[in-house]
């Protein structure tokens, strides 16, 4: 059973950016870390942050409450900071006890279901390839990648917006081939577009966690709509939608309601 929230924010990413993890200023990914760890304290006995050196002083900074850091994501500065995902891995990999890992644009407005809470595994949906930021890829390592333990014909991956861990077995190797395919990746000139984590984190997890046959809890199998979404109580800010400016004042405005709780 999950008790525990779990979040990695690893700096380096944002050093060669106009962009601040994907948020146009350093207080718009604040103000989404804050929600999202404020609601998270409502549903988890811990709240933990894996994070480096400055990601450790953003959250002093800006007074976001979690229970524990955890600073050692500057041993991997030697990872080209495209390859972003990497944090999120190496915090998994260092957990003993159950946990739900969320990403730092996930509000969990609702306590999680039963299910993503007890299953094996639980993520946020599954994704099929056939979208237009697997397909570049997916082509090129089925002719090139030396990776042997995944198929790259498979159709079929997993949003890790949030992922749920209570059997442990399957994140060592997911570590281990992610260092592979980045070590691939980073010697083929065949790829263009930097999208390497995808792959390393949603593609694989998705047929190490089949091989070794745990059980997969999803919120909805394909796609969230905003019915689901609100029933749910669960909430995504994907891709360019954390720079939206109705949705910047929306997360400040409640973070201030929180805040005044």
């Known amino acids: 059973m999950i008790k525990k929230a779990l979040y990695s924010h690893w700096s380096k990413p944002n050093n ?42 953003f959250v002093d900074r800006h007074k976001i409450p979690f229970d524990n850091i955890i600073v050692c994501l ?24 159950p946990f739900m890992h969320i990403d730092n644009d996930v509000f969990l407005f609702k306590k999680p279901e039963k299910n993503l809470l007890e299953s094996d595994s639980s993520f946020q ?17 089925k002719k090139e990648c030396p990776i042997k333990e995944i198929d790259y014909n ?68 394909f796609y969230i709509s905003p019915k689901i979404a609100k029933e749910k109580g669960y909430t995504h800010l994907i891709s360019a939608s954390k720079r939206r400016p109705d949705l910047e004042e929306k997360v400040e405005n409640r973070l201030a309601q929180e805040l005044a709780t």
């Open 74 to 97: 500057d041993d991997y500065n030697h990872i080209r900071s495209k390859h972003w995902a990497i944090g999120k891995i190496v915090a998994c990999n260092m957990q003993k006890a």
């Open 16 to 57: 060669n950016t106009d962009l601040y993890a994907g948020f146009n200023t350093e207080q718009d990914f604040a103000n989404s870390l804050h929600l999202s760890v404020l609601c998270s304290k409502k549903w988890f006995e811990e709240v933990e942050l894996v994070t480096d050196k400055e990601g450790k002083e």
């Open 125 to 141: 949906n599954y994704e099929r390839v056939e979208q237009y930021w697997y397909k570049d890829q997916l082509k090129i390592a």
């Open 154 to 221: 498979v159709e079929m991956s997993l949003n890790c917006g949030i992922m749920g861990f209570n059997k442990f077995d399957v994140l060592p190797e997911w570590m281990e081939l992610a260092l592979q395919y980045i070590d691939w990746f980073d010697n083929t000139e065949s790829i263009k577009k930097e999208l390497s984590s995808i792959m390393f984190e949603q593609y694989h997890i998705f047929q190490l966690l089949k091989k070794y046959n745990y059980n997969i809890a999803v919120i909805e199998d």
